[in-house]
């Protein structure tokens, strides 16, 4: 931890001035406590009010004339309220995940741009209900229906909305305005906040839990109650009642006395499972999303400040909702890549929550049906509580799963995107009127070149990820740098069928329409879910039969309830099964195990067909049989071997420059300076660090700025963070700073999406 003589500071955080950090001197006594997200009292303005502040930098030079720095006043010995909560989170995702302290806050008050509040008028009924009848009958006399109309209606309600007045009676505003000014009513105008979930219809049912679903609400209550919070991992397939145990847990915390957080991967969940929680919990339960205005948004915040609502429903983001007493944070589907940012600071929503809980006291509960690697490692090593529940209540069994291997597809001279089997099956579902959903897996598509006449994937023989596809006939590793000519012929069986997947879900729809006219179909992806209500509209549209087939990619795989789907057909596996990324395998098999629990769950027998070239790979077997067990065993085999998490750290390190060479060289020296340690490590038998790149990234070139990558690998977490401070350090130093080409590097620990 750093320690300096300076804090740079941010005053009253609540206006949002972000922005604007002023340096304070650290008095000496006050040196051993003051760090980065401490709160702090300091004299602001000329009057030297005494001001509460949040420290948001160590420094340990001045950046102004030190005459005109003044000194911290103390440490705010208050009680801790929301601010100072996400002022220590903000400070812990800078010092785990790197960016600045600026950034980690813009992330953690991603709402507190203050917007224009919303204003509506009540009419106060003054006089007694007798005066107004008195009244009424002299306006009658006088002609005065207006006046008489709304007197009467005054004469039961003590209190009305003045729009409903207006539209109600018929009336104009003077009219009431007479009646204010004549003693009869009070016209108060009164804030509101905006709510973007009012109105849902519909009283929920509440599903009695079975034995499973009871024993896990039990046992994390019990804990709950006897004051131990951990992290449980809710392993149940797809079907087995998730969201009631959310639902039942949420409730015991809202009867203790606390709020909850609901996060999910995608906001093309928000609407279905926004809708079973509003049935439930009415409107103390809200949305945070990017859909909402930044008026809804503000308000949303505000209302959990004010406590309004005690659950809120969102994408990563809204983890950050500013809850004054958290209980419970739930993270379904908690294997989804989208829990990881993309952006500054690359924090994942995961690790957050856990340390966001312990901040609050409260417990978190991931649920999946598909566990990610990493976390099931941490329960099968007791770090994490373990739940499983086995049985489906859903209604019916899991599906049969067919796998269509599309070699032998080419081989008896069918050359289109859909596998006889597929076909004969959609043909079938069509004549029955039941529903079909197709995906397209495009996640994690780099350009990687397969056979298919054998299914041979081109690989990097130093990383064994997939080499990817790059202009001028080159093949390359972004892991190492290694890169080969491309081929025209496969260097296995000699076909001339070896080339990148190109298939989009347009061209599926496309195809679907020459060969099924008579077949309705929707396509749900990024070109058709652009506008704020598309996700409701086209699923509302397939869940009301208004469809009979509805293609896209890996957003209609996940959490999705349709009971009349009884086929899925899962197109092009391999497309992210050898991705250019060491977790390819697990996202295939995550992928592929959520489409298949999409069909079948009403009483009808539901079918799944996956087309691959790679019918024997472990990743497709466990999928089709729903085997978890016997693909974790395999692929932590492969993450031993190759040293990947979570058997070890991995950090990426993106290095860019606007010059080529710049870019190059600043990249190899980073790297070196890395090695040296890893060499000094090893020889004094501590902290062993491995070092492969640097590679051009992914992308190499991104408005005119150039990306070069390398990876740091390691078992001591702490280690791997005390480098990438060194290295942060060295960017700072003369070499770099002072260098009139600049160079910027960002750092992403336990990567999810390549540069």
Not at 13 to 31: N, T
Not at 295 to 319: F, H, T, W
Not at 323 to 352: C, M, Q, W
Not at 663 to 673: C, I, Q, S, V, W
């Amino acid at each position: 931890m750093i320690r300096g003589e300076y804090a740079n500071v941010i005053v009253d955080i609540s206006h949002e001035k972000v922005d604007r950090p002023f340096m304070y001197r650290i008095p000496s006594e006050l040196s051993d406590r003051v760090e980065e997200g401490s709160c702090v009292t300091v004299p602001f303005g000329r009057g030297n009010t005494l001001r509460k502040a949040y420290v948001v930098q160590i420094k340990e030079e001045p950046e102004i004339e030190p005459e005109k720095i003044k000194s911290i006043a103390g440490i705010s010995e208050k009680d801790q309220g929301v601010d100072e909560l996400m002022m220590r989170l903000a400070a812990w995702m800078r010092r785990r995940y790197g960016s600045t302290m600026i950034a980690a806050l813009k992330t953690v008050l991603p709402a507190r741009e203050k917007v224009g509040k919303l204003k509506k008028r009540e009419v106060i009924r003054l006089w007694s209900a007798e005066e107004c009848e008195n009244a009424a009958e002299t306006c009658e006399q006088k002609h005065q229906s207006a006046k008489a109309r709304v007197l009467r209606e005054l004469q039961t309600e003590e209190l009305l909305p003045e729009d409903l007045l207006i539209r109600k009676l018929h009336i104009s505003r003077p009219t009431l305005l007479s009646l204010e000014k004549q003693g009869a009513v009070e016209i108060r105008e009164i804030e509101y906040y905006r709510n973007p979930v009012s109105g849902k219809e519909g009283k929920g049912v509440r599903h009695p839990l079975s034995e499973e679903q009871q024993a896990v609400v039990d046992g994390v209550l019990s804990d709950f109650d006897a004051g131990i919070k951990k992290t449980y991992l809710l392993h149940g397939i797809t079907g087995a009642g998730k969201t009631e145990v959310y639902m039942d847990l949420i409730e015991g915390c809202i009867e203790r006395g606390r709020q909850a957080i609901v996060l999910i991967p995608e906001i093309a969940l928000t609407y279905q499972t926004l809708l079973r929680f509003y049935k439930r919990f009415g409107d103390r339960v809200s949305v945070l999303n990017s859909t909402l205005s930044a008026g809804e948004k503000y308000d949303q915040c505000m209302r959990a400040r004010n406590g309004e609502i005690d659950v809120i429903i969102g994408p990563r983001s809204a983890l950050f909702t500013p809850f004054p007493k958290v209980g419970l944070i739930v993270i379904d589907e908690e294997h989804e890549t989208t829990y990881k940012s993309e952006g500054n600071p690359r924090y994942h929503a995961r690790e957050t929550a856990i340390y966001l809980a312990g901040l609050h006291g409260a417990s978190v509960v991931l649920g999946s049906a598909t566990p990610s690697v990493d976390t099931y490692y941490k329960a099968q090593n007791g770090e994490y509580g373990y739940f499983r529940l086995t049985k489906r209540l859903t209604g019916g069994a899991l599906p049969e799963v067919h796998i269509s291997d599309m070699r032998e597809e080419l081989r008896a001279g069918n050359k289109s995107m859909f596998s006889r089997k597929l076909q004969e099956l959609m043909e079938e579902r069509l004549s029955k009127k039941e529903q079909i959903m197709l995906f397209l897996n495009r996640r994690g598509y780099a350009g990687f070149i397969s056979c298919r006449s054998c299914g041979e994937v081109l690989k990097c023989p130093h990383c064994d990820v997939s080499l990817s596809e790059h202009r001028g006939g080159k093949l390359i590793c972004h892991y190492c740098g290694y890169e080969t000519p491309t081929v025209k012929l496969c260097p296995k069986c000699g076909s001339k069928y070896i080339s990148g997947f190109r298939a989009g879900t347009q061209q599926v729809e496309e195809k679907l329409r020459q060969m099924y006219p008579q077949a309705r179909v929707l396509r749900m992806d990024a070109d058709t879910t652009k506008t704020k209500d598309s996700y409701e509209t086209i699923l509302e549209a397939f869940s009301s039969g208004e469809a009979d087939i509805l293609v896209g990619t890996q957003m209609i795989v996940k959490g999705h309830d349709f009971p009349n789907v009884t086929l899925v057909g899962a197109l092009a596996a391999d497309m992210s099964l050898f991705a250019s990324d060491f977790r390819s395998a697990e996202r295939t098999f995550e992928l592929l195990t959520q489409a298949a629990g999409r069909a079948g769950r009403g009483e009808k027998k539901g079918e799944v067909v996956i087309q691959t070239y790679q019918p024997e790979h472990y990743g497709i077997v466990t999928a089709a049989a729903q085997d978890y067990e016997a693909f974790y065993e395999e692929e932590m085999e492969y993450r031993d071997l190759g040293g990947y998490p979570p058997a070890a750290h991995l950090m990426a390190v993106l290095v860019t420059a606007p010059n080529e060479d710049r870019a190059e060289e600043a990249a190899k020296t980073l790297a070196d300076l890395t090695r040296k340690r890893a060499e000094r490590n090893l020889q004094e038998g501590r902290g062993r660090l491995f070092v492969i790149g640097p590679a051009e990234a992914t992308i190499a070139k991104i408005n005119d700025v150039y990306r070069r990558v390398f990876y740091i690998k390691g078992s001591d977490l702490q280690e791997i963070l005390n480098v990438r401070e060194v290295l942060e350090a060295e960017l700072e130093s003369p070499a770099f700073a002072g260098d009139r080409i600049p160079v910027t590097a960002a750092f992403d620990l336990d990567p999810m999406y390549g540069f």
